[in-house]
């Protein structure tokens, strides 16, 4: 994993939980259409008769998976906001709080940073590489390992 990818995974977890939350209200949605099937009702194959009680275990699984998900992704935000915190260049810590925190994009930052778009970039690198210097034996080679 790649000191960007580290940094990067909150706005991927973030995105993943919105994705499973639209599921879980299609889901939902679809599930106040469920009907029982009559009692008169020839079927040749053995029918559900509990469409609904299925619908809703289908339901109550994904919340709790969403649920975990939103663990994980609290604790690991809370642990990259808490090593950016922790880097002593203030101007490493602005542009890297801004960028994988608040999710601006380069453009953004240079302007607030009244900086040029280049030197923003340029620092960003150097930002990365003291994050890495700091914490990178956290989170580098653990693909490998496994």
Request: hydrophobic content about 35%; charged content about 35%.
């Amino acid at each position: 994993m790649t000191t960007k990818e580290y940094l990067g995974q909150i706005s991927r977890l973030d995105r993943i939980i919105k994705n499973k939350l639209t599921e879980l209200a299609q889901l939902k949605e679809l599930s106040l259409g469920l009907s029982a099937i009559p009692k008169d009702e020839r079927v040749q194959t053995t029918p559900n008769f509990d469409k609904i009680g299925a619908a809703y275990a289908k339901i109550d699984e994904m919340e709790r998976k969403i649920d975990e998900m939103i663990d994980d992704y609290v604790d690991k935000k809370q642990t990259i906001i808490s090593q950016i915190e922790k880097m002593e260049e203030e101007t490493y810590y602005d542009l890297l709080f801004s960028r994988y925190i608040e999710k601006k994009t380069f453009e953004k930052i240079a302007s607030d940073m009244h900086y040029s778009f280049r030197n923003t970039t340029r620092l960003h690198g150097k930002a990365l590489n003291a994050f890495e210097r700091k914490y990178g034996n956290l989170y580098l080679n653990k693909d490998n390992m496994s």
